[in-house]
């Protein structure tokens, strides 16, 4: 019923907007207009200056990163707030690889490319991984003094100023007509160590979830699948590399940690549990 009404509204929607309905987001739904560009326009819960955000933010990563769409203004009608991007005609990620399943290595390893292409750009001005994670770090409660401390001199000396998406999953990848890659949503970006980045994105292909209800089987299969393609995401981010797998592992730690504070509720009983775990080896290592 509930789903019902959500369609007829969204429907409805399109009709006010004279638009067509394109994507769906958290706290957006994305249209294409009569001028051929997206537009991102958010619920009116959302407070403007989070829109102005991520209207900056856009602005300055598309200056360094192509792959993320042009940016254009900052939309408004009838009350609503909205951005104009370039439209990418395409699909996401995520459903190509449902589709596809027999590529889903081709496509991991197409996006460990295109994950340290994004981190081969330095970028100024934007949030810094410092301010991101020691905000993150300081809303878990469960963390004593001492770790805690550890955990932000590792932040503050693993610093770097490259560009982080801060959110790179199947469904802020889309493949165009051309079949390239192409970044969106860059609300979350910062700029900092990469490896905190790849950390987010291991997990969220790993074990991320998704609010959809499945069957038992079907998240038995989806998991083993998210296991292939997060290690084969991996191998390819680091092209065969030796990954640094101390600096690596209290990154996933510190991201589970930040995880946790989203509150996820299917997650955080495995996040309580592992973050204990982490935190008790890294006491045995002190
Ligand atoms: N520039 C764009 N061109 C085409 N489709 C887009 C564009 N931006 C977003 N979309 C579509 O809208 C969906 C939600 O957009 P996104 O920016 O990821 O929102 P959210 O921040 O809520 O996750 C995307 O998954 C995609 O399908
Ligand atoms: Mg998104």
């Given at each position: 019923?509930?789903?019902?009404?959500?369609?007829?509204?969204?429907?409805?929607?399109?009709?006010?907007?004279?638009?067509?309905?394109?994507?769906?987001?958290?706290?957006?739904?994305?249209?294409?207009?009569?001028?051929?560009?997206?537009?991102?326009?958010?619920?009116?819960?959302?407070?403007?200056?989070?829109?102005?955000?991520?209207?900056e933010i856009?602005k300055k990563i598309?200056d360094v990163y192509?792959?993320?769409?042009?940016?254009?203004?900052?939309?408004?009608?009838?009350?609503?707030?909205?951005?104009?991007?370039?439209?990418?005609?395409?699909?996401?990620?995520?459903?190509?690889?449902?589709?596809?399943?027999?590529?889903?290595?081709?496509?991991?390893?197409?996006?460990?490319?295109?994950?340290?292409?994004?981190h081969?750009n330095s970028i100024k001005g934007l949030k810094s991984s410092i301010e991101k994670?020691?905000?993150?770090?300081?809303?878990?409660?469960?963390?004593?003094?001492?770790?805690?401390?550890?955990?932000?001199?590792?932040?503050?000396?693993?610093h770097a100023e490259l560009l982080c998406?801060?959110?790179?999953?199947?469904?802020?990848?889309?493949?165009?007509?051309?079949?390239?890659?192409?970044?969106?949503?860059?609300?979350?970006a910062y700029s900092g160590n990469?490896?905190?980045?790849?950390?987010?994105?291991?997990?969220?292909?790993?074990?991320?979830?998704?609010?959809?209800?499945?069957?038992?089987?079907?998240?038995?299969?989806?998991?083993?699948?998210?296991?292939?393609?997060?290690?084969?995401?991996?191998?390819?981010?680091?092209?065969?590399?030796?990954?640094?797998?101390?600096?690596?592992?209290?990154?996933?730690?510190?991201?589970?940690?930040?995880?946790?504070?989203?509150?996820?509720?299917?997650?955080?009983?495995?996040?309580?549990?592992?973050?204990?775990?982490?935190?008790?080896?890294?006491?045995?290592?002190?």
């Amino acid at each position: 019923m509930t789903y019902l009404l959500f369609m007829v509204l969204s429907i409805l929607k399109g009709f006010i907007y004279r638009m067509k309905k394109i994507g769906l987001g958290r706290q957006a739904e994305v249209f294409e207009d009569n001028n051929g560009l997206a537009i991102k326009i958010y619920n009116t819960s959302v407070p403007i200056e989070n829109i102005e955000y991520e209207a900056e933010i856009s602005k300055k990563i598309y200056d360094v990163y192509n792959r993320a769409p042009k940016f254009y203004n900052i939309w408004h009608q009838n009350g609503s707030y909205g951005l104009q991007f370039e439209l990418i005609k395409g699909e996401m990620l995520s459903i190509q690889m449902r589709r596809h399943l027999n590529c889903v290595r081709r496509y991991a390893r197409e996006f460990g490319k295109l994950h340290r292409e994004i981190h081969a750009n330095s970028i100024k001005g934007l949030k810094s991984s410092i301010e991101k994670y020691e905000w993150g770090l300081r809303q878990y409660k469960k963390l004593d003094e001492s770790i805690l401390y550890r955990l932000l001199e590792f932040v503050k000396n693993s610093h770097a100023e490259l560009l982080c998406h801060g959110d790179l999953h199947p469904e802020n990848i889309m493949i165009d007509e051309n079949g390239y890659m192409r970044v969106i949503d860059w609300v979350d970006a910062y700029s900092g160590n990469p490896l905190s980045d790849v950390a987010r994105t291991y997990y969220l292909l790993s074990k991320g979830t998704s609010p959809e209800k499945k069957p038992y089987y079907f998240k038995l299969i989806e998991s083993i699948v998210k296991r292939v393609i997060a290690k084969e995401y991996l191998h390819s981010y680091f092209s065969n590399k030796v990954i640094p797998k101390r600096e690596f592992d209290i990154w996933k730690l510190i991201i589970q940690i930040c995880r946790y504070n989203e509150g996820i509720q299917e997650e955080k009983p495995f996040l309580e549990r592992n973050i204990s775990i982490e935190i008790d080896r890294m006491g045995k290592n002190a």
